[in-house]
């Protein structure tokens, strides 16, 4: 394993201290790693930089959601009295302590009754009214049963259908079954 020139030792990150203690060996410097060193690395130092890229991923949501929770222990009551205490249930307040300030965002997810909402727009066109005031109407096609219906049902449709690829995603398997 190649040691860090002394350039690259002033730059060492947490990321490449836990690359380096990792074990994966590298026929470059970690801060020499671009998409066209890559390309032409062999795949077994690929399938190691995967497997190391999905523990860090693994350890780091781990670490996100246990420091996310031991300030949610500790700073939850006194930001939900605080919202109370101005009337709401959600939003964002802040806390002093220590000489911090810490900014508490709670977040709201808003569910609407589908049903209520057709009755009620329908109630707002009877009254002559013009629901599009009020209400947004998104439409969609399910994908799967797009692709059941037959050609002559689905050819007003396909000119209406706009697909867009998404970014690929490259998985490795050696032949011996290990995946990365």
Known sequence: ?????????????????ALAASGTELPVPYFDLSPRTIIELPL??????LRFVDSAKSELATLTTMVQRGLELRYAEQAQAQLLGNGQDTGTTHITDSGFDVKVEIGKAVKWDETGL???????????????????TKYSVSEAKFKAWPQNLKAPFE????????APKYTLRSLDGEEA
Do not use: C, F, W
């Open 118 to 136: 057709a009755e009620l727009v329908q109630q707002i066109q009877e009254s002559g009214g013009n629901p599009a005031e009020y209400v947004q």
């Open 159 to 166: 000119p209406l259908r706009t697909v867009t690829p998404r």
């Open 1 to 17: 394993m190649s040691h860090p020139t002394p350039a690259t030792q002033a730059t060492i990150t947490p990321l490449s201290a």
């Open 44 to 49: 077994d130092k690929i399938q190691s930089l």
